[in-house]
């Protein structure tokens, strides 16, 4: 079973708020991801981390930034949320040495509702 | 651009129905191809295929995997509604931070 925690599991926040996703692994896993998934569409990577200091964005462009001090840990922050973020979130992460073809073990998510 | 389509997007069985899944994809430089499944939480790994023509099984579940025609197939037989799950299909290609192309997935919903 994967040890990969998400906190909080749902959330509703008011306009403009900042809010902080979190997200810890006790796996060891250099490799991070976090995914956006709305109902009945495919998750969309919105940003990626290699290693500690190491953050990119993913294929869907999103205003939330990342941070990658330690490794076991991956947050994810919206500085001003709007109701266009009410999203599911999905972390997920990787073994290390498995660069293109290991699973990856996600997270329960975290269920953002913005109004 | 790298592509993930899966197919039904949805269908309704009855209990001990088979069900067959499909996943098509275009991808540049192809690594891998895995299946997952979720129910209200994460999505739990089923299978990754890297080879054609390979069939994986873990008990009432099956998939393959043809690398010439682009595409996988999973099977679900004698099915439970313990199935009842939307099917993700994800591949991966050779970029070098390992990420996962996701289809929309499949809901399936098996009745008693």
């Known amino acids: 079973e994967a040890d990969i925690y998400q906190t909080p599991r749902y959330l509703v926040i008011g306009t403009g708020k900042k809010i902080t996703l979190e997200c810890s692994q006790t796996?060891?896993?250099?490799?991070m991801y976090w995914y956006q998934q709305d109902p009945g569409m495919e998750l969309h990577l919105i940003h990626y981390s290699y290693g500690v200091n190491s953050t990119e964005k993913g294929d869907l462009s999103s205003e939330s930034t990342v941070s990658r001090i330690r490794t076991e840990h991956f947050p994810l922050t919206l500085e001003s949320a709007r109701p266009s973020h009410t999203s599911q979130y999905l972390c997920a992460s990787r073994r290390t040495g498995t660069v293109n073809t290991g699973e990856l073990f996600f997270g329960e998510g975290s269920r953002l509702t913005v109004l | 651009e790298d592509k993930v389509v899966q197919s039904p997007l949805s269908l309704v069985v009855h209990e001990g129905d088979t069900v067959t899944l499909n996943c098509s994809y275009e991808?540049?430089?192809?690594?891998?191809l895995l299946w997952y499944k979720q129910e209200k939480k994460a999505p739990t790994f089923l299978f990754m295929l890297?080879?054609?023509?390979i069939e994986k099984k873990s008990g009432r579940l099956s998939s393959i995997l043809d690398k010439k025609e682009l595409f996988s197939i999973l099977n679900i037989t004698a099915t439970q509604t313990g199935d009842s799950a939307i099917y993700l299909c994800a591949v991966g290609g050779s970029d070098s931070w390992g990420k996962l192309q996701f289809g929309a997935g499949t809901q399936v919903v098996v009745t008693p």
């Open positions: 991808v540049t430089n192809f690594r891998s």
């Open positions: 890297t080879s054609s023509g």
């Open positions: 796996m060891g896993h250099d490799k």
